[in-house]
């Protein structure tokens, strides 16, 4: 997971300082909590005469009375080598766990990454996965990152809603997918996939998953080559909008969906050419979080960015 993980990092530079050094101990805001998905880097060197340094993800910086730590991770570069981790709750230490094992060097520049996962966190350093934790307390609290002691920081990054996240964690259809912080214009949403070689149509939504408010509806029906945009509001279907230039998709055919957000309407473009615009029905778009696709396709990738 760390190389893909690594991958997608390359393309996002959503560092919270920049690259200039950093003074320890740092904190730094984490908005909105921590969501599965998501992902803290840390870069740095650990300095010649370091004895060990800490990371602690928490839910506030208060030092008295001292806020949760819902992650504390410590490497130690003593006589016995090992990584501590461990969460701090009401002001006291949980069991301890320990990796007698340490892929940090005295001296040595590094890369740690921690992946928000469902059940836990999953730590890698420099490309290799080094251990994972499973949650004590739910991630969502964290909203406070932080270092300090024997590090020295290059750079350290935040990266929210990186993808959209899965909740089946693949690609199977009926796909589900959260869209961490709800849409915002200026996104796209790239859906790559595979019409069915028997198809009747397919059904791509952006909704709400609190209520059943469907902002957008994407219906392609390939037998009548009709491709009907609706939304669902209040329980009750909008006005069907059906105008196309041409329909775009044959059975077994692959395709690529490009969706952009934009201030006032969404735009689909089918294998880079433009299809049709929709003016948004729902404008809080904060509040659409979540996007489904189901019916006769295959999915092969699904982005946010
Ligand atoms: C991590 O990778 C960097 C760059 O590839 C390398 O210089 C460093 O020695 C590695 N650190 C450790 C602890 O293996
Ligand atoms: C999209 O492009 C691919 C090649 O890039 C092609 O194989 C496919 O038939 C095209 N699909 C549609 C729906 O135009």
């Known amino acids: 997971w760390s190389t893909l993980v690594l991958s997608q990092l390359h393309l996002c530079a959503a560092l919270w300082g920049d690259s200039a050094q950093q003074v320890i101990p740092y904190t730094g805001p984490i908005p909105g909590g921590l969501h ?8 740095g060197t650990v300095p010649p005469d370091a004895d060990s340094f800490q990371v602690d993800l928490s839910s506030g910086c208060s030092t008295k009375p001292r806020s949760d730590v819902a992650f504390h991770l410590r490497p130690c570069f003593d006589d016995s080598p090992s990584v501590v981790c461990n969460s701090l709750l009401q002001e006291s230490w949980g069991e301890k766990e320990t990796l007698h094992q340490l892929p940090y060097k005295r001296g040595a520049p590094f890369e740690t990454i921690i992946l928000v996962h469902k059940d836990g966190f999953k730590v890698a350093v420099n490309g290799t996965h080094l251990l994972e934790y499973k949650h004590r307390v739910c991630p969502n609290v964290v909203d406070t990152f932080s270092i300090s002691g024997g590090v020295r920081v290059h750079a350290i990054g935040y990266i929210p809603n990186s993808a959209i996240y899965s909740e089946s964690g693949d690609l199977s259809v009926p796909y589900k997918g959260s869209i961490l912080k709800g849409l915002s214009p200026g996104q796209h949403i790239t859906i790559r996939g595979q019409v069915s070689l028997y198809p009747h149509s397919f059904t791509i939504n952006l909704c709400n998953s609190k209520t059943e408010n469907i902002a957008l509806h994407l219906n392609p029906r ?4 009709v491709f009907i945009r609706n939304s669902y509001l209040d ?3 909008g006005q069907e909008e059906r105008e196309l230039l041409y329909f775009p998709f044959s059975s077994g055919e692959y395709f690529e969906i490009l969706l952009l ?3 006032h309407q969404f735009k689909l473009a089918v294998n880079g050419s433009h299809l049709f615009e929709f003016r948004h029905r729902v404008q809080d778009l904060s509040s659409i979080d979540q996007l489904e696709i189901m019916g006769d396709l295959e999915l092969i990738d699904v982005k946010l960015w």
């Open 36 to 43: 599965p998905g998501e992902i803290i880097i840390i870069q």
């Open 222 to 225: 390939m037998k009548s080559s």
């Open 235 to 237: 329980e009750s279907w």
């Open 261 to 263: 957000c934009q201030s």
